[in-house]
């Protein structure tokens, strides 16, 4: 009964995890886009003049 008791808690934790690695990984690609966009925005205004 407690074995079952801790793996809950241990698959809570997991999920847990997972859940926030996602969102790092989502908000990193935000972020890493938002960068290039505005690098590529950058080139283009720099080489049209």
């Not at 009964?1 to 990984?25: D, G, L, P, W, Y």
């Not at 925005?41 to 720099?46: D, F, G, K, R």
Request: aromatic share 14%; charged share 30%; hydrophobic share 30%.
């Amino acid at each position: 009964m407690s074995q079952k008791k801790h793996c809950a808690v241990c698959n809570s934790v997991e999920k847990k995890r997972e859940r926030v690695f996602i969102k790092m990984t989502e908000m990193t690609k935000m972020t890493e886009n938002l960068f290039y966009t505005k690098y590529f925005w950058y080139n283009s205004i720099t080489e049209g003049e």
